[in-house]
């Protein structure tokens, strides 16, 4: 049973197009996360959850619009996609917010933008 | 501003011997530390972590030393076996401040051991 999914795993599109990706946890945890791997391999927070409440917004442009359903889910919307938004997409889940909880990592979804 | 730095890309070791991955962070609020493995196409996975209140930490071949002064922390993989080839990752957070409840990465190592 995988802990964390995300679909899709690959996802190509045009530039201006708006796209989903979906993100699942059965672990029963708090909180849960977005990050971006980009082309230098840095993986990088943008937001989290916490009870389906926003805790953490990095400086991601607005364009990016994380929906969380239920404790279970963290969509990620993103409009009017540009090159620049190509990249890994990582969800993560971990039992309750704070330092010192272990994150679960989804296995990733490639984001090409052409 | 990367707070969290691998200067090593890459690390080649022998089956059976150590390998060492290290990381250096500069945010002296991190208090609490991780490594995580990941394999191609496949999200990380926890390894092992240290809290700040500790200088090491052992799970079975896997160790976790930290020397806060020098801000510094490593994993030690004894013996490495093949299937330990893998992007390393080092990742902080801390109980306080910005980074409180996120983990910063470091851009991670990738060790391969050699049968």
């Known amino acids: 049973d995988t802990a964390v999914s995300q679909t899709p795993k690959y996802l190509v599109t045009q530039m201006g197009n708006d796209k989903s990706i979906k993100c699942e946890q059965n672990?029963?945890?708090?909180?849960m996360y977005w990050y971006k791997q980009d082309s230098k391999k840095f993986l990088k927070i943008m937001f989290s959850?916490?009870?389906?409440?926003?805790?953490i917004n990095e400086t991601v442009p607005n364009r990016f619009s994380p929906k969380s359903p239920d404790k279970a889910h963290l969509n990620l919307h993103i409009n009017s996609l540009e090159l620049g938004d190509s990249a890994v997409y990582f969800c993560?889940?971990?039992?309750?917010?704070?330092?010192?909880?272990?994150?679960?990592f989804g296995p990733g979804t490639r984001l090409t933008v052409l | 501003d990367q707070q969290v730095k691998q200067n090593s890309p890459s690390l080649s070791v022998q089956e059976g011997r150590i390998s060492i991955l290290n990381c250096d962070y500069t945010?002296?609020?991190?208090?609490?530390f991780l490594w995580y493995k990941k394999y191609p196409a496949e999200g990380p996975t926890f390894l092992i972590s240290?809290?700040?209140?500790?200088d090491k930490n052992e799970d079975g071949r896997f160790t976790v030393f930290l020397n806060k002064s020098a801000k510094h922390l490593s994993l030690h993989i004894v013996p490495s076996q093949p299937g330990d080839s893998a992007v390393y990752f080092c990742?902080?957070?801390?109980?306080?401040?910005?980074?409180?409840?996120?983990?910063?990465f470091g851009q991670g190592t990738i060790l391969t051991v050699h049968p």
């Open positions: 945010n002296s609020m991190f208090d609490y």
């Open positions: 993560a889940s971990s039992q309750a917010w704070g330092s010192y909880n272990e994150q679960f």
């Open positions: 672990l029963g945890h708090d909180t």
């Open positions: 240290i809290s700040s209140i500790k």
């Open positions: 959850y916490n009870n389906k409440e926003l805790i």
């Open positions: 990742a902080a957070s801390a109980d306080g401040g910005t980074s409180y409840g996120k983990l910063t």
